[in-house]
């Protein structure tokens, strides 16, 4: 499965259900860009169990002050459209990997 860019207007609908990943990010961000091929590789293994998910937060306020996102990149790991793990900076590979694999049972 592709990544997905969200917006405000249907982030709720895109969390809702499995496992979801969403990468607040912004262009002028120079982690983000960073952060950016190891959520291609991410999605590459384990694409088949999880979403993983972009909004950008100057294009989408709202959903990032309603998730108290300060600072980007955050990751924040969604269950069935409960919040249930945040990475906050620049993480590899298997950083990631270990946050997630726990809430794919």
């Not at 979801?20 to 190891?38: E, Q, S, T």
């Not at 990032?64 to 300060?70: D, E, K, L, R, S």
């Not at 270990?98 to 049972?105: A, D, G, Q, R, V």
């Amino acid at each position: 499965m592709a990544i997905v860019n969200v917006q405000d207007s249907h982030f709720q609908e895109a969390v809702k259900e499995g496992v979801v990943l969403v990468d607040f990010w912004a262009p002028w961000c120079g982690p983000c860009k960073m952060i950016a091929p190891v959520l291609e590789e991410l999605n590459e293994r384990l694409g088949d169990k999880i979403t993983i998910a972009k909004l950008n937060v100057d294009d989408n306020p709202e959903t990032a002050g309603n998730y108290g996102v300060m600072s980007i990149p955050t990751l924040k790991l969604f269950k069935n459209g409960e919040v249930v793990q945040t990475a906050v900076g620049f993480r590899p590979l298997n950083d990631l990997k270990s946050l997630i694999e726990p809430h794919l049972s």
